[in-house]
């Protein structure tokens, strides 16, 4: 009587299951397949579960690059498969399908709805006072783009005075717990108050709550109540 062949595949989890655990906590996957819906001719995973994947990818070798995707997922498919649930494969991580998922992200739609729906998943475990507190904060990231290609990038003196190409950035996150709520990348040059006033349309859906008062730094203004 033959004995069969068996054979073993070796594969290094490291710590994706516990970044799929958290992200799957945070319901990132069905978040985006709430609000995205793929053209007729998208097949495989849906883009709940190829951006949930990138993001374990992302977080856990510290590569944003879209090209180095489709080999690490194709390295860890047994992994993957029993994390998920999904028949994972790594076809459904090339360069085109992720660039998909990010132009569809991009629309602010899309985005908006998705970090509405994330914030009141988020909000769900702590207990908000009558007037919930945002504080709106701006700051300055660095970046080694071309800003000539890159409209969004655009070259300022950093706090050292030497000149890098930089954009900003708004966070809103509740005070004083710190959780982030909403965030908006924007130029250098623009001014923070209209996206200030963005942000604080978008905290209603997010908050559930019709009061409010946002708490700024010397860059937003003042803190102001919305009703």
Same mark, same amino acid.
């Given at each position: 009587?033959?004995t *069969?062949?068996?054979?073993?595949n070796v594969? %290094?989890?490291d710590d994706? *299951?516990?970044?799929?655990?958290?992200?799957e906590?945070?319901?990132?996957?069905s978040?985006?397949?709430?609000?995205?819906k $793929? &053209? !007729?001719n998208?097949?495989?995973?849906?883009?709940?579960?190829?951006?949930?994947i990138? =993001?374990? &990818?992302?977080?856990?070798?510290?590569?944003h +690059?879209?090209d180095?995707?489709?080999?690490w997922?194709?390295?860890? =498919?047994?992994?993957l %498969?029993?994390?998920?649930?999904?028949?994972?494969?790594?076809?459904d991580?090339?360069?085109?399908r992720?660039?998909?998922?990010? +132009?569809?992200?991009? &629309?602010a739609? &899309?985005? /908006?709805r998705?970090?509405? @729906?994330?914030?009141?998943r988020l909000?769900r475990v702590?207990? =908000?006072?009558?007037?919930? @507190?945002?504080? #709106?904060?701006?700051? @300055?990231?660095?970046?080694y783009?071309?800003?000539?290609q890159h409209?969004?990038?655009?070259v300022g003196?950093?706090? /050292?005075?030497?000149?890098?190409?930089?954009?900003k #950035?708004?966070?809103a996150?509740?005070d004083?717990? !710190?959780l #982030?709520l909403?965030?908006? @990348?924007? %130029?250098r040059? +623009?001014? $923070?108050? $209209?996206?200030?006033a963005?942000?604080?349309? %978008?905290?209603m *859906?997010?908050?559930?709550?019709g009061?409010?008062?946002s +708490?700024?730094?010397?860059?937003?203004l003042?803190?102001k109540?919305?009703?």
């Open positions: 009587m033959s *069969p062949e068996l054979t073993i594969e %290094r989890l994706m *299951p516990i970044l799929y655990g958290f992200l906590k945070m319901s990132i996957q978040a985006i397949d709430t609000v995205i $793929p &053209h !007729g998208w097949e495989g995973l849906s883009m709940g579960w190829v951006v949930t990138w =993001l374990i &990818h992302i977080t856990s070798v510290y590569n +690059r879209m180095r995707v489709q080999e997922v194709a390295k860890h =498919l047994a992994s %498969r029993q994390l998920t649930g999904q028949e994972v494969t790594a076809l991580f090339t360069d085109d992720l660039a998909i998922c990010l +132009r569809e992200l991009h &629309h739609s &899309h985005w /908006q998705i970090e509405s @729906v994330l914030g009141n909000l702590y207990e =908000l006072k009558s007037e919930t @507190v945002v504080r #709106l904060d701006a700051t @300055v990231g660095g970046v783009h071309d800003p000539q409209p969004l990038f655009q003196k950093n706090k /050292q005075g030497k000149y890098e190409t930089q954009f #950035l708004m966070l996150s509740l004083p717990l !710190g #982030l909403a965030i908006c @990348v924007f %130029r040059k +623009r001014s $923070p108050i $209209p996206v200030h963005d942000h604080s349309d %978008r905290m *859906p997010i908050t559930l709550s009061s409010w008062r +708490r700024g730094s010397g860059t937003t003042a803190a109540s919305y009703r």
